[in-house]
Structures are given as C-alpha cells and as structure tokens.
C-alpha cells in the first residue's frame, strides 16, 4: 500500500517517523476512522469536526483546513487505485530542535466483507469518564487494542467495556444501542465515550423515524430486558449484536426488526451523502 505522510506520498514499508514523535512518546495524538465509498469519505464534515475539537482540546490546534486534508485523502485512494476503502487519518507531533511540528499520516486499507452479526466479550474496565484518552480519539488507547485482542483470540468479533459502577460503556470501536420494548437507549456522553460519527447520525436518523432513544447510563441489568443490542462506527454502520459474554452470564439475540429498520436508514442516508457530493462535483 501507498500512503500519505507529511506531504508525500511514499510506500507503507518507506514511510518513517521520528523516535520523538510524541504519540509514539506518551500517546500524545489523534486519530479518525473514515468510510470512503465511490472515492468519497463518508460525512468527511463530521470526521473532519472532531478531529479539530480533539485536537483543540488537547492543547494541539491542528492548523490544516478541511479541504486541504480531503485532497490527501484522494490524492492516497488513487495512488492505490481505491473507491472503496477505509481511511485512518492520524496526526501528532514531533519535537526537533526545540520546536514541534506537525506529522500527518493517512493509511488506506481495503474493506473486508462483514458477517451478518457480531459476538461481543464483557471486558471490566475502571475508566475516569472526564479523561482525555476516551472523551477524544486520542492514539492513547492501549487497553482498547488488549481488550480486542483478547476478544478476536476467545472468538469474538469485539470486546464491550463495563465499568466499576456496572455500567456498559462502549466497545473498544464501537458504541452500543440496546433495543427495550418501546425504546432505544445507549450510553450518555458523560459515561466517558467516545462521540462516535455514526452514533450521532443515529440519534438524527430516530428523531426523524419518531424512534423513542434515551442516552442515560446503562446498568448490565438491563440486557436482561433488551430484545435486539447493535452497535455503530464509521466501517460497519449499524451491526446487529447476536451475543454477549459477561464472566459467567451470556446473552443472545435473535429479533433484529429494530436494528435492521435503523440499519437501512442508515444506508439510505450514504446514499444521499453520496448523491449531494457527486452533484457538486464539476
């Protein structure tokens, strides 16, 4: 693979960064996930919006306008002759001679076919829900990359975080939706997740579809009432959730009527995303 990195675009195994670059340092660094479909990043704005916010928040304005970074982006999809792809933007700093500079890295990969379902491991965590490593999609995510490892390596496709008051979080790559009786609810923000891009699309796509959807904090207790779970992020869309381990607790899931009419509009509305920005294009 081709990739881009701090204005060139040069071979994955050529592609070098300095040993005082500060994410590989202290994790001191950012990154977004992004869909491209038809050579176009899906909701670039949103991606593009957070990634600025987290920089900001950090102490790390990032000084490159949005149109500038989604020409990188075309400019590594063709490179690899790619329409279809996952795109990984990460930026950070590096220290030389006393003043920091930017490095900019985006890596293209290909998308793999999804299963029908995924399989998600309980994973106890303690988590400081006003901690920047989690509020934001900081490169400071080494429990994350455990958690999934050991998840895939138990033969699960994801592990699913709880925390110290028995509360779900969210996934090491995903944020999760538990379908009730007559309700949506998913972890509030200030249970120290991630404002995931497709999570928001989510909540937008239920206020139009008159979908009742509470963001509150989630106790375990209620997968015992949930009748369909699926979780969001940018490469899967809305995944219909068919188990849950917790220690010595499993769950299943086969009802996904909720899940599949949320799943859908969220398909319609790549659609429409792609139709507006193909419109545009002169």
């Known amino acids: 693979m081709l990739v881009f990195l701090n204005g060139q675009i040069v071979k994955e195994e050529d592609a070098k960064i ?3 670059d500060l994410s590989y340092q202290f994790g001191y660094g950012l990154f977004e996930t992004i869909k ?3 050579g176009i990043p899906l909701f670039f704005e949103a991606h593009y919006k957070r990634l600025t916010k987290g920089a900001k928040e950090i ?12 020409s ?3 400019d590594v999809l063709s490179a690899n002759k790619l329409k279809s792809a996952r795109i990984k933007i990460l930026i950070s700093k590096r220290v030389e001679a006393g003043i920091e500079k930017f ?3 985006i890596l293209p990969g290909e998308l793999g076919l999804l299963p029908e379902s995924y399989s998600l491991l309980g994973k106890s965590i303690y988590r400081d829900p006003r901690a920047n490593s989690f509020v934001h999609k900081t490169t400071s995510r080494a429990d994350s990359y455990i958690a999934y490892k050991e998840a895939n390596e138990s033969g699960f496709n994801d592990a699913l975080f709880i925390n110290e008051k028995n509360e779900l979080i969210e996934c090491t790559r995903a944020n999760i939706f538990l379908v009730l009786e007559d309700k949506i609810i998913t972890p509030e923000l200030g249970s120290g997740i991630l ?3 497709t999570r928001t699309n989510v909540l937008d796509i239920c206020k139009k579809e008159n979908i009742i959807l509470e963001e509150k904090k ?3 207790l209620y997968l015992n009432k949930a009748k369909e779970v699926f979780i969001t992020n940018a490469i899967i869309g809305a995944m ?3 188990r849950i381990k917790l220690e010595d607790k499993e769950y299943t899931f086969s009802n996904n009527s909720m899940t599949l009419k949320v799943k859908n509009a969220y398909g319609n509305l790549i659609q429409a995303y792609l139709q507006g920005k193909t419109s545009t294009v002169v």
């Not at 102490?59 to 989604?70: A, H, L, Q």
């Open 18 to 20: 300095s040993i005082n």
């Open 36 to 38: 491209c479909e038809e």
């Open 59 to 70: 102490g790390m304005p990032f000084p490159v306008e949005s149109e500038e970074v989604k």
């Open 72 to 74: 990188w982006i075309k």
């Open 103 to 105: 490095n900019v890295l």
């Open 195 to 197: 404002s995931g891009v």
């Open 218 to 220: 989630v106790n375990v």
């Open 240 to 242: 219909p959730i068919s």
